[in-house]
């Protein structure tokens, strides 16, 4: 069972120090046979025969081989449906919940069978880290142990699969219990069962060990379906480093997506394997978001990355955008070929249906289809799940249900949503409880400034009957556990650091930080260029002073550099304190009823 402890000053923290785990390194005949390994005929439950059992088929007279891929992305442990309309909900339509998902995958997988395809299953990273306490509380087993039951297949690894460093990845993937206290800080790995690990094959090709060289995971796995091969090459997108904590990537080196794949595919059209998938987890961003089916003025890394990539790869599945597009895209023989993603947390799944020549081995690439499905919420739901979610919601019930505040005047959320100068009420919410929390002091020295990542921000605060504010709520919001740290930045540093939220490699996505004690104006919308108006730059109401040294606070994934912040890295008198959902969960309580205030911090100049 999960424990409750007498405090939470440490709540779900995860020290690598304070863990310990004991597992055997696969050995290096072992890590062949996983990169080359056929199809088995085992289906995990809720993979119907539309799964690995019809790999095995005999070849029959047809010249072709019909293959069906059904590929997910960006799930971040959503077992449960949200009750978020903005990340709950196709154009309208609510979708999700794994319950539901394991029930349209088993259609689908039906109806490929009855038309004669092979079925395979398929992630392209992201299926854990950012999570929900339902399985954050349980270091994402329950995400792992619902992927099983999916019936997924193979998933290459994304950046948040690092967030609780590789170590605890290869855990993930072959099973264990970490020595966590048996749930002394709320986090409870193996609560009433030894956990197995993951059926599926995660692969990682340009995710290399920086002692030896090797990957941590196999580059690629080859499946055959009805006696043709097919290579599936898995990777995530080689910024991971920038935007996870320097722990969870020590040791690792991330190389270039193009490049290894292309060396990659090389390596298997030499072996004789024509038909080539890219799981890759990095994307794009079509102009019109809604079009889930179409990909309309698609932009972003992925349009690069593909424009380079062999034409011996025959279909790109995608992810870290969360976002949903179906392309048509020039390989460079000028071919097209489909590059796929699937949104996020389970609301869309990519039905994409290939003919391969038994002549060539190849595909046939005029005969690609593919359909973003969207996952809705009136189909039965699978029971395997369901009693899945239930057992693991009534482990983290007394967590999660506990009332931290209350937000006033019948209002239901904190928003994040920002305004024209990209603030938001939320992010103020959330740096004003970091500015305020004890946690960080040292010397009798007050943090005078805060700032936030706006991507460590994943929902709006909810309320629900009464404005009631749960901590499991709270803990949609900032699920990454990650510490607070005070630090000394001079006022020439901070303008510095206000000036990398739209230069180097911002410059393409500005990255807009939230802060509390801080006020400024700057120039600039859209693609920029941006300008900040360092007179305007003001700290706690008097005029920022560039000699002067401030006590500055932070999360540890921007203490560490993070988000291309580099400047948070130069900072001296670095001090860690509590978490960050602590001081979140704190401050709500000494606010007790919460009233959002105004968006005036930071002001857009003319």
């Known amino acids: 069972m999960l424990l409750m402890p007498r405090t939470r000053s440490r709540l779900l923290a995860v020290l ?152 605890e990845l290869l855990r993930m993937q072959r099973g264990g219990c970490l020595d966590d206290g ?32 090797r990957t941590i995971f196999p580059a690629v796995s080859v499946k055959r379906f009805k006696g043709v091969p097919v290579g599936f090459i898995g990777m995530t997108l ?48 079509p102009a019109d978001p809604s079009a889930y089916n179409s990909c309309p003025g698609i932009s972003g890394p992925i349009v690069d990355i593909n424009r380079g990539l062999s034409p011996r790869i ?33 609301r869309l799944v990519t039905d994409i249906k290939l003919s391969i020549s038994r002549r060539t081995g190849d595909v046939i690439r005029p005969s690609e289809r593919a359909s973003n499905r969207v996952v809705t919420q009136d189909v039965r739901r699978a029971r395997g799940i369901s009693e899945l979610i239930a057992k693991y919601s009534k482990l983290v019930l007394p967590i999660s249900s506990e009332v931290i505040g209350h937000l006033a005047g019948g209002a239901t959320a904190v928003t994040e949503t920002v305004d024209e100068s990209q603030e938001s009420p939320l992010g103020n919410l959330i740096a004003d409880s970091q500015k305020a929390d004890p946690s960080t002091v040292t010397g009798n020295r007050p943090t005078e400034i805060a700032f936030m990542n706006p991507g460590g921000i994943r929902s709006d605060l909810t309320a629900g009957a009464g404005g009631a504010i749960t901590f499991g709520s709270a803990f949609t919001v900032q699920p990454f556990n990650n510490y607070l740290v005070s630090m000394d930045l001079t006022g020439a540093q901070i303008l510095a650091l206000l000036e ?6 911002n410059a393409a996505e500005p990255r807009i930080l939230s802060v509390s004690g801080l006020t400024y104006s700057y120039r600039g919308t859209g693609p920029g260029p941006y300008e900040l108006l360092p007179q305007t730059v003001r700290v706690n109401g008097t005029a920022l002073d560039e000699g002067r040294t401030y006590r500055v606070v932070a999360n540890s994934f921007l203490a560490d550099g993070g988000d291309a912040f580099s400047e948070f890295a130069e900072a001296t008198g670095t001090f860690f304190g509590g978490l960050d959902i602590d001081a979140l969960a ?11 205030g105004p968006t005036d911090r930071i002001t857009l100049a003319p």
């Open 314 to 346: 025959d279909v790109v599945v995608t992810g870290h955008t969360h976002q949903a597009y179906k392309c048509r895209l020039e390989d460079p023989d000028d071919n097209r070929r489909l590059v796929t993603s699937a949104s996020s947390l389970g």
């Open 238 to 285: 080689q910024n991971t480093p920038n935007i996870v904590t320097k722990s969870g990537v020590r040791g690792l080196r991330f190389t270039d997506e193009v490049r290894t794949a292309n060396r990659v595919a090389k390596r298997l059209d030499r072996r004789g394997i024509r038909s080539i998938v890219v799981l890759v987890h990095e994307g794009g961003f």
């Open 16 to 167: 690598a120090a304070a863990t310990t785990l004991t597992m055997a390194p696969l050995t290096a005949q072992a890590a062949r046979t996983a990169q080359v390994a056929p199809a088995t005929t085992a289906a995990a439950p809720f993979a119907s025969a539309g799964t690995e059992a019809v790999q095995q088929q005999r070849p029959g007279p047809s010249r072709k081989v019909l293959l069906q891929i059904l590929a997910l992305n960006d799930f971040h442990g959503q077992l449960e449906k949200s009750t978020s309309s903005s990340s709950g909900a196709i154009n309208g339509t609510p979708a999700g919940g794994a319950e539901y998902l394991a029930t349209h995958l088993r259609q689908l997988r039906r109806k490929a069978v009855a038309n004669g395809r092979s079925s395979i299953t398929v992630a392209a990273g992201d299926l854990i880290g950012a999570t929900p306490l339902i399985s954050a509380a349980f270091h994402d087993e329950p995400t792992i142990e619902a992927m099983n039951r999916l019936g997924l297949r193979i998933s290459s690894v994304g950046n948040h699969e690092f967030d609780e460093g590789g170590r």
């Open 500 to 505: 990398q939220q739209w230069t180097g490699e």
């Open 586 to 596: 704190d401050y709500l309580k000494a606010n007790d009823p919460y009233t959002p």
């Open 182 to 213: 048996d749930g002394a800080n709320n986090q409870n790995s193996c609560p009433d069962h030894t956990f197995k690990g993951a059926d599926f094959q995660y692969l990682a090709a340009n995710v290399e060990r920086t002692s030896n060289g």
